[in-house]
């Protein structure tokens, strides 16, 4: 899919599941504000949107806002199985100086 045609599904309906694709494109562009504007939106109108979660914490670990990431981390760790959600939080939790007991 183009841009357009996600920016346009993400207009129609903000709470359309497919605002955490759109975001990461942003993301992977290093369109942070527009990627972070994004998810924030979606969240706001899907707040249990695991892939939103995930992909909002990555953009807080390029924003160095560690605590923000790892909030969102352990809900999506939680709640689902994915792996590189895990190995983010396992590193957020290194970069905040959580006990090895806690990791």
């Given at each position: 899919?183009?841009?357009?045609?996600?920016e346009?599904?993400?207009?129609?309906?903000?709470?359309?599941?497919?605002?955490?694709i759109?975001?990461?494109?942003y993301?992977?562009d290093?369109?942070?504000?527009?990627?972070?504007?994004v998810?924030?939106?979606?969240?706001?109108?899907?707040p249990?949107?695991?892939y939103g979660?995930f992909?909002?914490?990555?953009?807080?670990?390029?924003?160095?806002?560690?605590?923000?990431?790892?909030?969102?981390?352990?809900?999506?760790?939680?709640?689902?199985?994915?792996?590189?959600?895990?190995?983010?939080?396992?590193d957020?939790?290194?970069?905040?100086?959580?006990?090895?007991?806690?990791i």
């Amino acid at each position: 899919m183009h841009y357009k045609e996600l920016e346009q599904m993400f207009a129609d309906d903000f709470s359309s599941p497919i605002f955490p694709i759109l975001a990461e494109h942003y993301l992977n562009d290093n369109q942070l504000q527009r990627a972070s504007k994004v998810c924030m939106i979606g969240l706001e109108n899907n707040p249990e949107n695991l892939y939103g979660k995930f992909i909002l914490s990555k953009i807080f670990i390029i924003e160095e806002s560690f605590l923000k990431a790892e909030k969102n981390l352990k809900i999506v760790v939680k709640n689902s199985i994915n792996i590189e959600a895990l190995l983010l939080l396992i590193d957020t939790s290194i970069k905040l100086n959580r006990s090895k007991l806690t990791i």
